[in-house]
């Protein structure tokens, strides 16, 4: 498939970042210190990524302000490790935005999520959709607070945040191809992480 | 090749099957039948050690005690299992399923070699090649998953096939797909199978060798194909 996008990297340093044509972020860059990073997605313009992302002793927050007919599509899957506090919040400050926000999360550190959502008076017609999916290793404690404020009727807004293990059922299907219990943790692990990053048939998404 | 002595198995003290005495043949197919809730899919569960399950008895798979063995190991000495509802696995694809089995086994196959194999097997199964990159079971149809295991089963190899409700889900055509699949899996593998079916059109296109009714958490009847049709004309309770 041709990307008509333009293809950009984002360093999460910049204080402020104006998307004013459509973008593919193919890159996030976190920096050691603590960050405030504010991204603008002017009118009719698009945001998307599939990201996996290696964070570690990460703290800050990043903001994406969404203008009338914008469109953000953030798929992250990250493995965290050290001590991490990170911040995703979605101003809708316009009318028919559409904003898909799917974060898979895993690995063997400490992490502290926060997500908001703030859909303003202005933002009818909008859709916004907010997951936050866990998968809670033995060793590991990831934490969710999720937010949502709307201050509109008109429109379509769900957040939701799931926290989970391998299940009993899961490993037992991997067992039954004869694949260890080692193994298949790590396979289903790479898995939880790349269902939100590889290639739908019949998708038209990224790889 | 599998023979199963005073097999008892129960789940937190709850006897849930008792006193199953079986013997499976190379070459042999045995239809396992009995009303619903009768233990069809627990006995088959509980010979790949489903972790909740507890068994006591005996159970010689090959030469080699399995009863209590963990099911990777059991897997891999040759035992497949097809579930009634094959569960999904987001984000792993059929190959890296199938490639890390067969690694887990030191059967590990060049790109090409596995390339051609799954082509041939898609082509036996009726299913399109790209099938093999797809992601476990995901987004398939109750049909599709049935014919999706079949295909790590013939990358596998197994020695027992152990399927369950292996029709359900399937329509004409494929349940005319499965079986010359499983009869040519058959004529070319020292292997027998395990099935838990009511489905006349399947059985009938098998080459069924041994009926076992299942009933009060044991095997009350066994007999040979014409059991079937018992059966499937008079119902488990005038049996």
Same mark, same amino acid.
């Given at each position: 498939?041709? %990307? @008509?996008?333009?293809?950009?990297?984002?360093?999460?340093?910049?204080?402020?970042?104006?998307?004013?044509?459509?973008?593919?972020?193919?890159?996030?860059?976190?920096?050691?210190?603590?960050?405030?990073?504010?991204?603008?997605?002017?009118? %009719?313009?698009?945001?998307?990524?599939?990201?996996?992302?290696?964070?570690?002793?990460?703290?800050?927050?990043?903001?994406f302000?969404?203008?009338?007919?914008?469109?953000?599509?953030?798929?992250?899957?990250?493995?965290?490790?050290?001590?991490?506090?990170?911040?995703?919040?979605?101003?809708?400050?316009?009318?028919?935005?559409?904003?898909?926000?799917?974060?898979?999360?895993?690995g063997?550190?400490?992490?502290?999520?926060?997500?908001?959502?703030?859909?303003? @008076?202005?933002?009818r017609?909008?859709?916004? @959709?907010?997951?936050?999916?866990?998968?809670?290793?033995?060793?590991?404690?990831?934490?969710?607070?999720?937010?949502?404020?709307v201050?509109?009727?008109?429109?379509?807004?769900?957040? %939701?945040?799931?926290?989970?293990?391998?299940?009993?059922?899961?490993?037992?299907?991997?067992?039954?191809k004869?694949?260890?219990?080692?193994?298949?943790?790590?396979?289903?692990?790479?898995?939880?992480?790349n269902?939100?990053?590889?290639?739908?048939?019949?998708?038209?998404?990224?790889? | 090749?599998?023979?199963?002595?005073?097999?008892?198995?129960?789940?937190?003290?709850?006897?849930?099957?008792?006193?199953?005495?079986?013997?499976?043949?190379?070459?042999?197919?045995?239809?396992?039948?009995?009303?619903?809730? $009768?233990?069809?899919?627990?006995?088959?569960? $509980?010979?790949?050690s489903?972790?909740?399950l507890?068994?006591?008895?005996?159970?010689?798979?090959?030469?080699?005690?399995?009863v209590?063995?963990?099911?990777?190991?059991?897997?891999?000495?040759?035992?497949?299992?097809?579930?009634?509802?094959?569960?999904?696995?987001?984000?792993?694809?059929?190959?890296?399923?199938?490639?890390?089995?067969?690694?887990?086994?030191? *059967?590990?196959?060049?790109i090409?070699?596995?390339?051609?194999?799954?082509?041939?097997y898609?082509?036996?199964?009726?299913?399109p090649?790209?099938?093999?990159?797809?992601?476990?079971?995901?987004?398939?149809?109750?049909?599709?998953?049935?014919?999706?295991?079949?295909?790590?089963?013939?990358?596998?190899?197994?020695?027992?096939?152990?399927l369950?409700?292996?029709?359900?889900?399937?329509?004409?055509?494929?349940?005319?797909?499965?079986?010359?699949?499983?009869?040519?899996?058959?004529?070319?593998?020292?292997?027998?199978?395990?099935?838990?079916?009511?489905?006349?059109?399947?059985?009938?296109?098998?080459?069924?060798?041994?009926?076992?009714?299942?009933?009060?958490?044991?095997?009350?009847?066994?007999?040979?194909?014409?059991?079937?049709? *018992?059966?499937? $004309?008079?119902?488990?309770?005038?049996?």
């Amino acid at each position: 498939m041709v %990307n @008509k996008e333009k293809v950009i990297e984002i360093n999460c340093q910049q204080k402020k970042i104006m998307i004013d044509e459509d973008v593919f972020v193919e890159k996030w860059i976190f920096p050691n210190e603590v960050f405030d990073c504010n991204i603008y997605i002017a009118s %009719n313009c698009f945001l998307k990524t599939r990201s996996l992302l290696d964070l570690e002793n990460v703290h800050g927050n990043i903001t994406f302000y969404s203008d009338s007919f914008s469109n953000l599509d953030l798929k992250w899957a990250v493995v965290f490790s050290g001590k991490n506090d990170l911040g995703v919040v979605n101003v809708l400050k316009g009318e028919k935005i559409k904003s898909d926000i799917v974060i898979h999360a895993t690995g063997n550190g400490l992490a502290s999520i926060k997500t908001l959502g703030d859909i303003l @008076k202005e933002a009818r017609d909008s859709v916004f @959709k907010e997951e936050v999916r866990i998968l809670s290793l033995n060793n590991q404690d990831i934490r969710c607070l999720p937010q949502l404020i709307v201050k509109t009727n008109d429109v379509v807004a769900n957040h %939701n945040v799931t926290v989970r293990n391998f299940t009993v059922d899961e490993l037992f299907y991997m067992a039954l191809k004869g694949i260890s219990l080692d193994s298949s943790k790590k396979l289903l692990m790479d898995g939880f992480l790349n269902s939100i990053l590889i290639f739908k048939e019949g998708n038209d998404e990224y790889k | 090749m599998l023979e199963i002595k005073d097999l008892c198995v129960s789940v937190l003290d709850k006897e849930l099957l008792k006193d199953i005495n079986l013997t499976i043949n190379e070459g042999e197919v045995h239809v396992l039948m009995g009303p619903n809730g $009768a233990g069809k899919s627990t006995l088959c569960k $509980a010979l790949l050690s489903y972790p909740s399950l507890k068994k006591e008895g005996e159970v010689i798979f090959l030469g080699k005690d399995i009863v209590h063995l963990d099911t990777s190991s059991i897997a891999r000495l040759g035992m497949y299992y097809v579930m009634q509802s094959p569960i999904e696995i987001e984000g792993v694809k059929n190959a890296e399923l199938i490639r890390s089995a067969l690694d887990e086994r030191n *059967e590990g196959i060049d790109i090409f070699k596995f390339t051609k194999l799954s082509n041939s097997y898609c082509e036996a199964l009726d299913i399109p090649k790209n099938f093999i990159h797809r992601e476990v079971n995901v987004a398939m149809s109750g049909g599709e998953k049935k014919k999706n295991e079949l295909l790590s089963m013939l990358f596998l190899k197994p020695k027992l096939i152990i399927l369950d409700e292996i029709d359900s889900g399937l329509d004409v055509d494929a349940i005319k797909v499965v079986a010359a699949c499983l009869n040519d899996y058959m004529q070319n593998n020292s292997c027998a199978i395990l099935l838990v079916s009511h489905q006349k059109m399947l059985l009938s296109l098998l080459n069924v060798t041994h009926v076992h009714i299942l009933g009060d958490h044991t095997i009350k009847k066994s007999g040979d194909a014409s059991l079937i049709n *018992e059966v499937l $004309a008079t119902g488990f309770r005038n049996l």
